[in-house]
């Protein structure tokens, strides 16, 4: 027994979407590759200087942690993660990281 409370985590494999990587490539280099390139004070500059909207996605924290009740497998994550890093390759955040993400890790 785990000691959780509620119905086992699913059995389901659920449906990845396969999506391909753009075919244009981006007019302007993308704020990881500028923390990469320039380092933190390159970044904030970048930061700073841009004008558009800036989006922090929180889907894997939010849905993991309260949607599906700490039920989604690491397996899972990991499935979904480049169809994650193509959607959403202009974000300027992905937040992964709640008060669960160890709970679940030991649990399932």
């Given at each position: ?17 396969a ?42 924290r ?7 009740a700490?039920?989604v ?8 993660a ?5 959607a959403?390759?202009?974000a ?5 990281w ?11």
């Open positions: 027994s785990l000691g959780c409370v509620g119905p086992v985590p699913s059995t389901v494999d659920p449906l990845v979407p999506l391909d990587p753009p075919a244009v490539p981006p007019s302007a280099p993308s704020l990881r590759s500028v923390y990469l390139d320039g380092g933190p004070a390159a970044f904030a500059a970048a930061v700073r200087a841009h004008d558009g909207l800036l989006v922090t996605d929180t889907t894997w939010d849905a993991h942690q309260s949607l599906l700490t039920r497998r690491t397996q899972d994550i990991l499935n979904v480049p169809a994650t890093a193509v959403l390759r202009r300027y955040s992905l937040e992964m709640g008060g669960a993400t160890l709970d679940v890790c030991m649990r399932f």
